[in-house]
């Protein structure tokens, strides 16, 4: 079983940057995949980025040369550069024991996760 605990949302403006921080606990193994997840009102959940064994990175086009995930022991980050008003919305982070999860075809999508923290609010203005 894993324990996550996100921190680190806040309100900025447009362009600003914000850093998320996922504590991560885990009691029956190490997780071999985690990833950032967001969800806005009314709309689907999506993934952002994914961080997988073998320390590879992969993220989804929207974020892609603004959002940095990176990992530290226990503890999972996102970067969050230049940020849009379409970045507004409820961040979560997950974690799945199983290294299929980590494949191109699963990493980026929450069905395939596990474990979820409580999620973070990162609200972005114009």
């Known amino acids: 079983q894993v324990h996550l605990v996100e921190s680190g949302g806040d309100s900025v403006q447009a362009g600003g940057s914000l850093r998320l921080s996922c504590a991560a606990s885990?009691?029956?193994?190490?997780?071999?995949?985690m990833a950032w997840f967001r969800q806005s009102p009314g709309k689907e959940r999506e993934g952002v980025a994914a961080f997988t064994t073998g320390i590879r990175t992969y993220y989804a086009d929207s974020v892609e040369g603004r959002f940095a995930i990176s990992r530290n022991e226990n503890t999972l980050f996102l970067q969050m550069n230049s940020l849009l008003p379409e970045d507004t919305a409820m961040y979560y982070c997950a974690a799945d024991l199983h290294s299929s999860t980590c494949l191109a075809s699963t990493r980026l999508m929450p069905g395939r996760y596990s474990y979820w923290g409580q999620g973070t609010q990162v609200t972005v203005s114009s």
């Open positions: 885990a009691y029956t193994g190490s997780p071999k995949c």
